[in-house]
């Protein structure tokens, strides 16, 4: 009709619209993690595209569980969880994110946050898992051999966290297989006013065992370090998680608590896990 005809928007790609997820999801992290002092993160591990978990740290030990990833997530998020962590175990065993899409349609099935880690070994790797919807990224291997990476992602505006397993309180890397030959002690110092947001210590020889969390180790942690602490493995029962909720050394206590295997061989529902979580 020769009118001028004005468009009413651009057309928004999907990875935008990923990325704008990505960030209410941090501010709505930031938020939670304000009003809530001590959060459960049931797990995801994901080895060739499937849902796993290994056997303290042992690949040859993988339990295999039929269960789709995405809808484990948005179980979990039906459950009451307020964050997921999924680890990608191929990459960090050999630095490979092999499972980057299934991590992204995790990410984009859930409205809760994300943390995701194994195989960020660089400034490269972390922007993948931020561009697939990853609110938290978590650097192990790379933080024990290059503690500036995490500062450079830091400075970037991205959120991080530190993740630290241990045999005793030697930490291990490069998917537990390897021997870094330094105590979590000697490094905890250098992750201080760096802008990370919390450290995840795994006691190794407790993971998947269900016998109860190292309540030892973890107090020596929190007297050492001002970052949040979120602890991993050994988790097995209720009451287990009501212990952590509970520890607390010099007026500070955990920040949260990593459940899988008993998750997912049903022995805790995530629904009561989230319970517990709260009261403290």
């Known amino acids: 009709d020769g009118r001028e005809r004005i468009p ?11 990325r704008q997820r990505s960030i209410l999801r ?18 995801i591990d994901i ?8 056997v303290q740290g042992d690949y040859d030990r993988e339990i295999q569980y039929q269960n789709d990833p995405v809808e484990v997530a948005r179980s979990f998020q039906a459950a009451g969880a307020r964050w997921i962590h999924v680890v990608d175990l191929d990459a960090a065993r ?3 994110p092999k499972n980057l899409a299934t991590v ?13 880690g194994g195989g960020v070994r660089s400034v490269e790797a972390a922007e993948r898992l931020y561009q697939v919807g990853v609110s ?15 500062q450079e992602l830091t400075e970037m505006g991205h959120r991080v966290a530190v993740g630290l397993d241990v045999r005793g309180d030697r930490v291990a890397t490069r998917g537990w297989e390897t021997d870094s030959g330094q105590s979590i002690f000697d490094l905890l110092p250098s992750f201080e006013n760096g802008g990370v947001e ?11 065992m269900g016998t109860g969390p190292d309540i030892e180790g973890l107090s020596a942690v929190l007297s050492a370090t001002s970052l949040d602490v979120i602890a991993s493995g050994g988790v097995g029962a209720l009451l287990h998680i009501r212990q952590l909720t509970k520890l607390e050394v010099a007026g500070r206590r955990l920040g949260g608590i990593i459940v899988g295997k008993a ?7 995530v629904s009561a896990a989230v319970e517990a979580a709260a009261n403290q």
């Open 104 to 116: 992204g349609a995790i990410a984009e099935a859930v409205d809760v946050p994300v943390q995701s």
């Open 198 to 208: 919390a450290v995840v210590v795994t006691q190794i020889s407790r993971d998947g």
């Open 8 to 18: 009413v928007g651009d057309t928004v790609s999907p990875r935008k619209i990923r």
């Open 136 to 150: 938290r990224c978590v650097l192990g291997t790379a933080a024990v051999e290059n503690p500036a990476l995490v």
């Open 47 to 54: 080895r060739d595209g499937q849902c796993v978990r290994l």
């Open 94 to 96: 050999s630095g490979d």
């Open 26 to 43: 941090r501010e709505l992290s930031s938020t939670t993690h304000r009003l809530m002092s001590f959060d459960l993160y049931p797990a």
């Open 263 to 269: 998750i997912h061989d049903g022995v805790i529902q």
